[in-house]
T-cell receptor
Framework: GQSLEQPSEVTAVEGAIVQINCTYQ??????LSWYQQHDGGAPTFLSY????GLEETGRFSSFLSRSDSYGYLLLQELQMKDSASYFC??????????FGSGTRLLVRP | DVKVTQSSRYLVKRTGEKVFLECVQD?????MFWYRQDPGLGLRLIYF???????EKGDIPEGYSVSREKKERFSLILESASTNQTSMYLC?????????????FGNGTRLTVT
């Protein structure tokens, strides 16, 4: 079957660094994406990794290890506005984008 | 900016009713998708479409159908609504099939079936 596993909740302090992990098992693999969703809002695209390694976009970085079927989203210099749900997603061999169940990040002052 | 518009933010329907959820995108995107979002389950794909009049089943198509008569519009149809279809429904579009082409989501329709 196809599955993506990520922690359900993470709590961190403002200014800190937090890592949200994602492991996946899918039929076919065309890269790992991350989306952010604030309460009541639409999911928005954050990053995409097709190859192994770290991709950096401002305070956010995303990492992929295809041999380990594993990736993570790294958020640095946390701000209160980063409190949201974060979803990893993988495109399978049928070009369907499969999402994880989401990690709720709570940033505390 | 890409705009994906879902016709209703909140909808309340009765069991057995036929329900139409409408979605329009304004960026001439080829691909459109319908997901439902439930607590603890993430986003689950119901149907998607790569072109006008084309449709493909996602992971949970049972109880749903779709229509794409025009490129910009993708409708989700619940033929006979049931209480287990109470959920948040999210429409999305993307310009191509590659995952490097991100999905742009609408703000969602929260459907309650009583």
């Amino acid at each position: 079957g196809q599955s993506l596993e990520q922690p359900s909740e993470v709590t961190a302090v403002e200014g800190a660094i937090v890592q949200i992990n994602c492991t996946y098992q899918t039929s076919g693999f065309y890269g790992l994406s991350w989306y952010q969703q604030h309460d009541g809002g639409a999911p928005t695209f954050l990053s995409y990794n097709a190859l192994d390694g770290l991709e950096e976009t401002g305070r956010f970085s995303s990492f992929l290890s295809r041999s380990d079927s594993y990736g993570y989203l790294l958020l640095q210099e946390l701000q209160m506005k980063d409190s949201a749900s974060y979803f990893c997603a993988v495109m399978d061999s049928s070009y369907k984008l499969i999402f994880g169940s989401g990690t709720r990040l709570l940033v505390r002052p | 900016d890409v705009k994906v518009t879902q016709s209703s933010r909140y909808l309340v329907k009765r069991t057995g009713e036929k329900v139409f959820l409408e979605c329009v995108q304004d960026m001439d995107h080829e691909n459109m998708f319908w997901y439902r979002q439930d607590p603890g389950l993430g986003l689950r794909l119901i149907y998607f479409s790569y072109d006008v009049k084309m449709k493909e089943k996602g992971d949970i198509p049972e109880g749903y159908s779709v229509s794409r008569e025009k490129k910009e519009r993708f409708s989700l149809i619940l033929e006979s609504a049931s209480t287990n279809q109470t959920s948040m429904y999210l429409c999305a579009s993307s310009p191509s099939t590659g995952q490097s082409s991100p999905l742009h989501f609408g703000n969602g329709t929260r459907l309650t079936v009583t």
